[in-house]
């Protein structure tokens, strides 16, 4: 014999389904604003065009178990040749010993850019990785994530500086923040294939994510990953790129 729910438990019932159902991905975006003038390469981020350019969604930390949730930030301008990249990171422990290139920068305190430029590839990407030192790790993906990455691929011209608030490699004192900027040539990803420069509401897909150092070795990223252990290789959970004509909106 069927056993009717009275109306106010059936709704009940429908709202715990929907509250457990997951969510679908939406990644999330942000619009590249257009520079007349390239900002100066030192770690400071003081120019207006830098000062007016919006910062990303928040940081999400998807292995996360114990510790302190570290935020970053993120900005990205361009221009005809070059993509500027900034990230200011919350840090109270900065780690960052590598100088040398490819060297193991992931041991540091570091921040890297995963890109696909080329919409009809989304697959094919690369990743530039740096600490505040300006140590430069960079690989590239011409098969995706599954397959290995090229015998040998360096990115020419690439520009980083640092700035920092505290002590690095020192645990005795609490550091406040860590910020890096980076110049990266266009012509770096020609590999790809994609329109180069990009065309104004040309979509790339890319992500940003941040390894933590000694003591807080958090993994976190932009556009959250879907694998049980940390894996930044996962291009499939992209965010979008927005390239714009327009400079930076004042405010």
């Known amino acids: 014999m069927s056993r009717l729910i009275p109306a106010a438990g059936l709704a009940a019932v429908l709202a715990v389904a929907l509250a457990s159902a997951e969510e679908p991905f939406r990644p999330p975006e942000y619009t ?43 900005k990205v301008l361009w221009d005809d040749d070059t993509l500027y990249v900034a990230c200011v990171c919350r840090d109270a422990h900065i780690t960052a010993r590598h100088t040398e290139r490819d060297g193991k920068i992931y041991e540091d305190d570091c921040f890297e850019i995963m890109v696909a430029p080329n919409p009809e590839k989304p697959e094919v990407y690369f990743n530039l990785e740096w600490n505040v030192l300006g140590g430069l790790l960079d690989n590239f ?69 941040r390894q933590g150092g000694t003591t807080n070795p958090q993994s976190s990223q932009w556009s959250p990953g879907d694998t049980p252990a940390p894996n930044f290789h996962t291009p499939h959970r992209f965010g979008k790129l927005i390239f714009s004509d327009k400079p930076p909106p004042a405010r």
């Open 141 to 209: 993906r011409p098969d995706g994530p599954k397959k290995p990455r090229a015998p040998k691929w360096d990115a020419e011209g690439v520009q980083p500086a640092g700035t920092y608030q505290g002590t690095l490699n020192d645990d005795t004192d609490t550091d406040t923040s860590w910020t890096s900027e980076v110049a990266i040539p266009l012509k770096n990803f020609a590999l790809a294939g994609g329109p180069l420069p990009p065309k104004p509401g040309t979509v790339w897909r890319a992500n940003f994510n």
């Open 32 to 74: 590249v604003y257009r520079v007349a003038k390239p900002p100066k390469i030192d770690g400071k981020l003081d120019e207006p065009d830098w000062q007016a350019a919006p910062t990303t969604t928040a940081f999400h930390f998807p292995w996360w178990k114990a510790g302190e949730k570290e935020q970053t930030t993120v």
